[in-house]
């Protein structure tokens, strides 16, 4: 029998993964396990944080890793008064101008620039929190008020999230304790979890990246892929292009806004051949969709995985298999449901494009390897 979350609990929008979230941080115990990419001041931040450092000061053991490259001011903004309360907090990778020593660093001046240098390229992508060892929330949800409707109304950008409880729950753990510790990424466990995709060691990388592609290649009814940094890995570009080329309904929906302003200019082409080899490409057009999600037959996954070259070789993801059909059956109608209010992307407006766009967009997609 296959294997599947004892509990399962899909979000679509910020508000709601954030209630439940900081209610689930309310009534911690034991322990608590955060990391985010983006920690920005905000409404959403002040309440994390406040709900971080009263669980602290009830006895719960706190943890939270935040990307000091997503989240350049949280050195200033929430690091003294969390430090203060007792969180122990790390900083995955840090600005090389910030010379401070932060926990985790080496003593060394020039080592501490040395090893800021070294993991520019590197960051932590993940966006998860860990409850008591039994629950786990994951998904595209930074700690941002651009997620909530209160601050942003009808631009709240758009992302999926998950509450599960199960045994690869430990996997989790696991991973966070290695990012927390600075652990050698050659220090795997003995088995990769099923339920959650990991890429936090060498294994663990080439097993999350493998799993993604035979999913793809595996495929024989539909591919559907929402994501808004659409710039592929070439072996994931050429099974899209080949299950297309078989038959298989082969469906990209991408944002038509989106925070990246580079991020129109390297996809274009891409996209362009794309479908000119049959896949469908949509351009959603109400607000930023920030979701990833992948569906290939009746596999299905969500998380912060957004199936390009930062994801498959340099950031530190974490991304969940759906397994509850009623979820499962959420996910496809909400895809549909966003296709209705989407556009094919139209092939002219690649052909239609002066000769100096091209070629400025062709010299830009020599960028993908870093985006």
Request: glycine share 4%; proline share 4%.
């Amino acid at each position: 029998m296959p294997q599947r979350w004892d509990e399962e609990t899909l979000f679509t929008s910020g508000d709601e993964y954030f209630s439940e979230l900081l209610n689930s941080i309310s009534q911690a115990y034991s322990s608590i396990e955060m990391e985010s990419y983006i920690f920005i001041q905000g409404v959403l931040a002040d309440r994390v944080t406040k709900a971080l450092i009263e669980a602290a000061q009830r006895g719960v053991r706190v943890r939270l890793i935040v990307d000091g490259w997503g989240s350049p001011s949280f050195l200033w903004d929430y690091w003294p008064q969390l430090r203060k309360a007792g969180v122990r907090t790390r900083f995955f990778r840090v600005i090389p101008l910030i010379l401070r020593r932060l926990p985790g660093d080496s003593e060394g001046f020039f080592q501490r620039f040395l090893n800021r240098v070294r993991g520019l390229n590197r960051g932590n992508h993940r966006k998860f929190c860990l409850i008591d060892r039994q629950e786990l929330y994951v998904g595209s949800f930074n700690v941002s008020d651009v997620h909530l409707t209160e601050v942003h109304g009808d631009k709240t950008w758009k992302d999926l999230g998950v509450r599960v409880r199960g045994s690869d729950l430990r996997f989790a753990e696991r991973a966070f304790q290695r990012t927390f510790r600075g652990w050698t990424a050659l220090n795997w466990p003995m088995r990769s979890p099923e339920l959650l995709l990991l890429n936090d060691t060498v294994l663990h990388k080439r097993r999350a990246r493998n799993h993604h592609l035979r999913r793809i290649k595996n495929a024989r009814e539909r591919i559907w892929l929402a994501t808004p940094y659409f710039v592929p890995i070439r072996s994931v570009a050429r099974a899209l292009m080949d299950r297309a080329k078989r038959g298989v309904d082969v469906r990209i929906m991408v944002p038509e806004e989106n925070d990246v302003f580079i991020m129109h200019w390297l996809s274009l082409p891409l996209l362009q051949n794309l479908t000119k080899r049959g896949v469908k490409v949509y351009i959603y057009k109400p607000r930023f969709a920030h979701q990833k999600l992948i569906i290939a037959d009746e596999w299905m996954a969500v998380g912060s995985t957004n199936l390009n070259h930062r994801s498959f070789l340099h950031d530190l993801e974490m991304d969940v298999v759906i397994t509850h059909d009623e979820n499962k059956k959420k996910l496809v109608d909400l895809y549909q449901e966003d296709q209705k209010v989407s556009e094919l992307f139209d092939r002219s407006e690649w052909a239609n494009l002066p000769f100096w766009q091209r070629w400025f967009t062709s010299v830009v997609v020599l960028l993908k390897y870093w985006a």
